[in-house]
């Protein structure tokens, strides 16, 4: 059941992508956990750069996404810097499309 919900969120958050870049926050591994406990989700995510144009308006997105799932009320969202994000954290399908 919990695996069920974190896959929609994991859904809903690659519906999000980052607006320099053609691939989704969760391939390029932005998103470090999701964690879901009765009817609320706690995500950790990071950013490409803590000086990102999007600081604001992404993990509101991630949360809003997240909120969409039908099995979840509340969404913790933290946003961290530590492990700083590198490339290294895309995924296979990512690192394809950007031809790395």
């Known amino acids: 059941m919990i695996m ?4 929609k969120i994991i859904e809903e958050i690659r519906k999000i992508y980052d607006p320099e870049l053609p691939v989704n926050i969760y391939e390029l591994g932005l998103i470090y956990d999701i964690q879901v406990k009765g009817r609320k989700a706690k995500i950790k995510m990071t950013l490409t750069t803590p000086n990102c144009p999007v600081a604001e308006s992404l993990p509101k997105e991630v949360k809003e996404g997240a909120m969409q ?10 946003l961290v810097w530590d492990p700083p994000w590198t490339k ?3 995924s296979d399908a990512a690192k394809l499309e950007l031809n790395l």
């Open 88 to 90: 290294d954290m895309m």
């Open 4 to 7: 069920e919900v974190k896959n």
């Open 69 to 78: 799932v039908e099995e979840i009320d509340d969404v913790d969202l933290q």
